[in-house]
Structure formats: structure tokens, C-alpha cells
């Protein structure tokens, strides 16, 4: 499970992925021929079909494949990008001002029911958005206007100029404007309205399916869309000969993962999305045997220890009402950075792996993923060195104590003599993480350190996170997509967003060329119109800055384990869109 891991971290992911058979022009089925795709639900039933008002995962997950995108994801890069398939932008500029980006849409797509998909259908998303308050309302932080000044020209307007904007723009949705203005005479008449419920019919779609029915309590059923104007099977077939294969797309209930993996196993559905730990090895077992077809991935979260720099006893916010900074004191032990450093080198994290997450763990050198654009496998991790941490603390004036604690002497912000003890709180109940901090006992105790575990309940250990009282936290955080690394870095350690009680930079992190790399990275100004790979070489400096100043001690991220049945022809899960060809499956019964 070492090269795994390895593999994983320098980004090689899909050398864990089962070659997918490739497509067969003499073995493709015709239009609609191949048996269904079902797909499990965990989750709870689907609540509504109206994406501007959609907030549960269930409904997303069908909302996703029945409506249309406005800027796709890239499944290659994991990157907002022109021309992807079933998402209408076929390309944009930005303004020299910053601030007006100008989208051209594909002018070759219909609703379902033959009306043309226009630029007034991401309007009419907006202007409610912009009426009502929906789950969408977060893109006014950055969306001030949207205009159409032809059927297939959208231009978005910004309250201020702002690279990562083009994210929120791309969260506002496609909807048929000509059924939802018949549906609902005003925006505030949407609210509420019994048209909204998951049993109406959303009478025009635009995507690989259509709507068939939804029984609650058992499953939402979805028919292949002919009419969908870039289907998979174009690459083989030739352009415009393509066409949906699967017959339909079936989100079936499933009470829990253990059902779940026996579902799987006894083939009644397509796809397992995420297995659990304790089941790998048998799907695993099943796809060395052709029985099914293994992607394995990093997973969008990360598994991290907070550690406050700041002084804990008297919490202040990183910056005043004019924007300056604030004097937070500094914590008597972790306020040194070599401490921090310390720390790093004593976590023998190959130790760590084994003994807590059974090999399943993915090493991180800083706050991003492997999945990330602007990730970059030449930032080193902190080797394994407790010479090198004994170095540090000794120079950090934390010297051998008589009972084995490291005590201050001539240390930074601590008394002299007082002993070198933090405190790890983590929440109850998270069995890995209470493992993981009782190792952390053992390898910091090795070089001095007198660590206090703490276990305790989740809500309070959330509460003295934000309160900024802690010495350390461990817990996990997790990362949208497509992946943001403006968003990723801002929230979480700039001073803007250090406010006790409330804001998510509760380790009082401050570097001020952090700081100017946010502003520049965000800034058409600075990067060229927002070019990619500037901002790219900004978003590494930052990252390798985070890296040695150590505010967070990234621990892991973990494998997300997704298999398809052995017989599905065409399974190519990428790292940006798992099921972006589900179009193509090829799925044949014995019956057959």
C-alpha cells in the first residue's frame, strides 16, 4: 500500500484504474439498446427538480444529469473550460476593466421539447437568484449583472474584478425560462410552490436523460435522451453519429454502504461510488478476477491539525475596522515556527499510514490535493527526522528537561522553565482520529514533547475552534470542486477571515506575501486576463510558503474507492468527472 500512496501523491492517478474495455463499433448496441445504469442513493429521497432551488445531494445528483451546465468541468484538468460536453459556453473573454466577461453559447441545443437553449434560460436563473433568496444567493458576492444581448451572448457583469468570480458564474444554472415563467407568475410565487415537489414533471430537459417518474422511498427513474448533441459514441462512430446507449439512468435507494457493497456484489447495480474501508479488499478481489473495474482517487477531503499561533487566552480578530493588523500575541509554544517545523519532522507518518489508516492514506505536503490544478509534486513533504526536530527545538530554546519534557529556556513567548506540553483535542466518536492522536503521543513524546489527547464531543470541539482557545485541533476539512485554490487558501488563513467566534482562520495565520499572492492571483490585472498558468506559479508559491510556515499539520487525505461491474464497456472515470461518458456505457444481459 506504500506505492500506492506514492502513486496517488505525484499524481499518477489513474495507473490504479483497470484499463476500461475500449469501444467496439461491431459490439455497440443500437440508440436506447443497452440495459440501464443504476446508480445507488444513500442519501435521503430527492426534495425537488428545480436547480435554483436545489440544496440536498440526492436532487443535485439528478439535477446534474437532466439539466444542462453553463461552463462544464473539464474531466482531464478538474478546470472550468469552454467546450466541454453538456455544458452550454463555447468560449469567453474578460474585459480590460475586470470586471465584464463575455460568453458565447453553443447555439445548437434544444430543450426536450424542441425550444432552443438561450442565454435567457442563465437569466432567468439569475434575476431569481437575485429576487429570492435561494441556496444560490452566494453568487452575488461576486455576480452584479447578467445580460443577453443576443440569444447566444451572455455577458456577466462583476461587483469588483476577480479571477475566481468565473466559479460562482459557473454556479448559476441552466433552466427552461419559458416553462418556469408559465409555472410561476413571479419570482416570490417559486417559493414554496407545490411545482417545485420531485413527482412534477419538469416538462423540458437538456442533458444525457429525461425525467420518466420518481417513487419515494425507492427510486428515480431517468430515459436515455436521444436528442443530447454530443454523445460519447461520436468519437466512434464518426461526428454526429453518435448516440445515448443505456436505455435509462436509475438512482436506486439503498439504506447503507454495507447494502450497498452487497447490491454490487450481487450485481444488481451498475456503479459503487464509495466503499467502505473495511470492503475494499473485496471489490478489489473482484476486479483481479475481471468481475469489476476499479478507480481509485484521492478523496475532496483533508484530515489536518490546526495549530494556533496566536495567543489563546485572549482571542482578537487579525485585523482592525481600516484593515490593519492587530496585535494577537503569540502562543507560548506553537507561536515559533521551528516548534511547528519540530513537529513535522517528529511524524513518522509511514507509521501513521499503517497503523491508523490501514494504508489507505495519501501524504500531503501542504493545503492542496493531488486533484488540484495548481497542484505541485516538487513541494518536498517533512521527512521523517527526529534528529532534525531535536535540532529544532534546541534551537527554538527548548532543551531536555530531567524527566524527559523539554522545558524553556531561553525559548521565545514561554516562561523560563515551564514545559514543553500542548494540547490535542479531537472529536468523539471519530475512531481514526482518536488512534491517530494516541500515535502522536509516542512520536512527540519521542523528542520531548508532552502532548495531552483530548477527546471530546464534536460540537464543542467546534466551538473552541472558532473561539480560537485551543492549542491544537484535529479534524478535517473539505475542499469544493472544481478545485479553487483562491478560495481553498483565502478562506482559511487570510487575516480577513481571522475573527473569533466566526471566522475559518482560527490559527491567526498572517504572512503578508501570502497575502499579496491572494490579491494577485485574483487580479485580471496582475495575471494576464486570469491566465491559468500565472496564476498556477502563484498559487505554488503560496503553497510552499504554507508548507514551511506550518499553520495547519496536513496529515492525509484518503482512497476513494468507485467500481464499475466487470461487463460495463466504455468505463473511462476520470479525475474531473467519474461518470462524464455514462452516455456510452455499454451494458449487455445474458438475456441479451
Not at 24 to 42: A, V, Y
Not at 60 to 68: A, E, K, L, S
Not at 280 to 307: N, S
Not at 421 to 446: F, K, P, R, S
Request: aromatic fraction near 10%; proline fraction near 7%.
Amino acid at each position: 500500500m506504500k506505492l500506492l500512496s506514492k502513486l496517488l501523491v505525484v499524481g499518477l492517478l489513474l495507473a490504479l484504474m483497470i484499463a476500461p474495455v475500449a469501444a467496439q463499433e461491431q459490439d455497440i448496441p443500437g440508440p436506447g439498446e443497452g440495459d440501464p445504469i443504476i446508480f445507488p442513493n444513500l442519501g435521503t429521497d430527492i426534495s425537488t427538480l428545480n436547480p435554483i432551488l436545489s440544496a440536498d445531494g440526492s436532487s443535485n445528483t439528478i439535477i446534474g444529469r437532466i439539466f444542462p451546465n453553463f461552463i462544464g468541468i473539464n474531466p482531464d484538468s478538474f478546470a472550468l473550460e469552454p467546450n466541454v460536453r453538456a455544458a452550454v459556453v463555447t468560449g469567453w473573454e474578460l474585459a480590460e476593466d475586470g470586471v465584464t466577461y463575455t460568453f458565447t453559447l453553443r447555439d445548437d441545443w434544444t430543450w426536450s421539447d424542441g425550444t432552443p437553449i438561450t442565454g435567457e434560460d442563465y437569466k432567468y436563473s439569475f434575476d431569481a437568484i437575485n429576487t429570492i433568496s435561494t441556496p444560490l444567493s452566494y453568487v452575488l458576492d461576486d455576480v452584479a449583472d447578467v445580460q443577453v444581448p443576443d440569444p447566444y451572448t451572455v455577458v456577466v457583469t462583476l461587483n469588483e474584478p476577480s479571477c475566481s468570480a468565473i466559479n460562482n458564474i459557473a454556479s448559476i444554472p441552466m433552466v427552461p425560462s419559458h416553462v418556469y415563467s408559465e409555472r410561476f407568475a413571479t419570482f416570490e410565487d417559486m417559493i414554496d410552490s407545490p411545482l417545485n415537489q420531485p413527482t412534477v414533471n419538469p416538462e423540458a430537459t437538456a442533458n444525457r436523460w429525461t425525467y420518466s417518474n420518481f417513487r419515494p422511498g425507492e427510486q428515480v427513474t431517468l430515459l436515455a435522451d436521444q436528442n443530447f448533441p454530443d454523445p460519447y459514441l461520436d468519437e466512434v462512430l464518426g461526428e454526429g453519429q453518435g448516440y445515448v446507449v443505456p436505455e435509462g439512468w436509475v438512482f436506486r435507494n439503498i439504506a447503507d454502504q454495507t447494502l450497498i457493497v452487497e447490491s454490487f456484489i450481487n450485481g444488481d447495480i451498475t456503479i459503487i461510488n464509495s466503499t467502505p474501508a473495511d470492503r475494499k479488499d473485496e471489490i478489489r478481489a473482484l476486479a483481479e478476477e475481471g468481475q469489476a473495474q476499479l478507480w481509485e482517487v484521492p478523496a475532496g477531503t483533508v484530515r489536518f491539525i490546526a495549530v494556533n499561533e496566536a495567543d489563546p487566552t485572549n482571542p482578537q480578530p487579525g485585523l482592525d475596522e481600516d484593515g490593519n493588523a492587530i496585535d494577537q500575541g503569540a502562543h507560548p509554544i506553537l507561536g515559533d515556527v521551528r516548534v511547528r517545523q519540530a513537529l513535522m519532522h517528529a511524524l513518522d507518518w509511514e507509521a501513521l499510514n499503517i497503523g491508523v489508516f490501514n494504508g489507505e492514506g495519501i501524504q500531503l505536503a501542504s493545503h492542496f490535493l493531488p486533484t488540484n490544478w495548481a497542484y505541485d509534486e516538487s513541494i518536498p513533504f517533512y521527512e521523517f527526522d527526529v534528529e532534525e526536530a531535536d535540532r529544532l527545538l534546541t534551537e527554538a530554546g527548548w532543551v531536555e528537561g530531567p524527566d524527559g519534557v523539554r522545558v524553556c529556556e531561553g525559548c521565545l513567548y514561554a516562561e523560563e522553565g515551564d514545559p514543553l506540553e500542548i494540547e490535542l483535542i479531537t472529536n468523539a466518536g471519530n475512531v481514526e482520529n482518536e488512534a491517530l492522536g494516541v500515535l502522536l503521543l509516542d512520536q512527540w513524546g519521542d523528542v520531548g514533547v508532552n502532548l495531552d489527547l483530548q477527546v471530546i464531543d464534536f460540537n464543542i470541539l467546534v466551538e473552541e475552534l472558532q473561539a480560537q482557545t485551543f492549542d491544537m485541533v484535529l479534524i478535517f476539512w473539505n475542499f469544493g470542486a472544481p478545485a479553487d485554490p483562491q478560495s481553498d487558501i483565502q478562506v482559511t488563513f487570510d487575516p480577513s477571515n481571522d475573527l473569533p467566534g466566526a471566522g475559518f482562520n482560527t490559527t491567526s495565520y498572517n504572512n503578508p506575501r501570502v497575502n499579496e499572492i491572494l490579491e494577485a492571483a485574483n487580479d485580471p490585472a496582475q495575471t494576464d486576463n486570469c491566465d491559468q498558468d500565472i496564476r498556477r506559479d502563484l498559487y505554488r508559491e503560496a503553497y510552499q510558503i504554507l508548507r514551511d510556515d506550518v499553520p495547519w499539520i496536513w496529515v492525509s487525505t484518503s482512497i476513494v474507492t468507485t467500481a464499475a461491474q466487470g461487463n460495463v464497456q466504455n468505463y473511462d472515470p476520470k479525475i474531473g468527472g467519474a461518470y462524464w461518458n455514462e452516455d456510452g456505457y455499454v451494458i449487455m444481459s445474458e438475456a441479451r
